[in-house]
């Protein structure tokens, strides 16, 4: 039987880019698709996985023989400090019917999607894989950040109960097409491009909340595809890999802000909120153990990776998920 690759979360920005990927590598090659393979890109429209009887249903449907599973509730900076019994709860549950489900249909391997913000707060950098569970999670985000914690605890207790072939990738900061550019939840990238867009199509000034100062990896959802399917084709491991570019790729979030402006071509005011939050200044993950895996990899230049995403949500205005639409 050929393998069938299901794809939680599979029409938000990474699932979008896997399916990119899927669709324009040459078959058979490293990143595209096999002969005779299966890929399924589900939407929370078609299963709420918080309820474990939609998801059985789901894998019945499908019978996955592998599983990424991208599934989240995810925000930004805000909105994780506004709702964070929700971000836990509804996070934990998705996280264990698919996990749970997974091992009761036979799935011979489940690569899950951690964040960066799983790490300690108080921890020495360059973060990386060993330093997970070693402090609890910065307070402004603890409740996701549990939640996602805990699928590393369980891809490990399934293997150790069960020979489970479960593991995880923890990306940086993603950004790219079909991201999510609501004001209220996005993250800062899409939240930025969005409002570059209003401020010049209504003549008003670009605020950027925060100084401007906090530094970031941020990962281009095109080349963080690619490493999935890496991890699903050829990592075999229960503990999980770092995706991201390296630490000398930090950018602020000045530089991201300069790069929008470019890439908008807005002319306007444009200034910084320094009574706004800024999250943590910094927290540079290594690459290292990704890269010694892997190979020779090239990641896309910022600068071009960020404009690709511009003009995409440029031309795609209309149909972008940008929450209720501003006059």
């Not at 499908?62 to 019994?85: C, D, E, R, S």
């Not at 950098?125 to 950040?145: Q, V």
């Not at 008003?204 to 699903?232: C, E, H, M, N």
Request: glycine share 8%; net charge neutral.
């Amino acid at each position: 039987m050929p393998d069938v690759i299901l794809v939680t979360g599979g029409t938000g920005l990474v699932g979008r880019a896997i399916q990119y990927v899927i669709e324009t590598e040459p078959e058979g090659s490293r990143f595209g698709k096999k002969p005779g393979e299966k890929w399924v890109f589900a939407s929370s429209s078609e299963a709420d996985l918080r309820d474990i009887k939609e998801t059985q249903k789901l894998f019945e449907k499908y019978k996955p023989t592998h599983v990424i599973h991208l599934a989240a509730l995810v925000g930004g900076l805000f909105a994780n400090m506004k709702y964070k019994a929700t971000f836990l709860r509804d996070n934990t549950l998705i996280n264990d019917n698919v996990l749970h489900t997974s091992h009761t249909a036979g799935t011979k391997k489940l690569v899950s999607c951690l964040s960066t913000c799983v790490f300690p707060d108080k921890v020495t950098y360059p973060l990386d894989e060993t330093k997970i569970h070693e402090g609890l999670p910065h307070h402004s985000n603890f409740g996701y950040a549990h939640a996602k914690r805990m699928v590393d605890v369980a891809n490990h207790a399934y293997k150790d109960q069960y020979g489970s072939n479960f593991t995880s990738a923890i990306p940086t900061n993603v950004f790219g097409q079909y991201d999510n550019y609501d004001l209220e939840t996005a993250h800062v990238i899409p939240a930025l491009i969005h409002k570059c867009y209003l401020a010049k199509k209504n003549g008003t000034p670009f605020v950027v909340g925060g100084t401007g100062k906090p530094l970031r990896q941020f990962i281009y959802s095109r080349d963080l595809a690619k490493l999935f399917i890496w991890q699903l084709r050829e990592y075999d491991d229960v503990e999980p890999v770092i995706l991201s570019v390296g630490e000398d790729e930090e950018v602020s979030i000045k530089q991201v802000a300069d790069a929008i402006v470019k890439a908008v071509g807005f002319v306007g005011e444009y200034a910084f909120d320094a009574t706004k939050a800024d999250g943590q200044f910094r927290k540079p993950a290594s690459n290292k153990k990704l890269l010694g895996l892997i190979g020779d990899f090239q990641f896309t230049p910022f600068d071009q990776a960020l404009d690709e995403s511009v003009q995409w949500f440029l031309q795609n205005y209309d149909t972008a998920r940008t929450g209720v639409k501003a006059a």
